[in-house]
């Protein structure tokens, strides 16, 4: 099964329609085309992640950010 969420085949079955991507460490339950998906909290307790990314606050990308070097004059 791919997860929906990496597009991954990584993924574990844990119960008749509920998986878990090893990549994302998420788990989701449902069909194709309608997964819920869900993350594990730190207490191991399930928490539904919602679509669009709530979590998408390093869209920066890592390290400082340094500007590249001028383009050679021609
Ligand atoms: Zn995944």
């Known amino acids: 099964m791919r997860c929906p969420v990496c597009d991954r085949i990584e993924t574990g079955r844990v ?5 878990f991507c090893w990549r994302c460490c998420v788990e989701f339950h449902g069909a194709p085309g309608r ?6 909290d730190e207490e191991g307790n399930l928490v539904e ?4 990314g709530e979590e998408a606050t390093d ?3 890592p390290g400082p ?6 383009e ?3």
Do not use: H, L
């Not at 119960?15 to 998986?19: G, P, T």
């Not at 992640?49 to 669009?52: I, L, N, Q, T």
């Open 35 to 40: 997964w819920r998906v869900f993350r594990v």
């Open 15 to 19: 119960a008749s329609d509920q998986y």
């Open 65 to 70: 950010a340094i500007e590249a070097p001028a």
């Open 49 to 52: 992640a919602v679509a669009g």
């Open 59 to 61: 869209a920066s990308g």
């Open 72 to 74: 050679a004059a021609v």
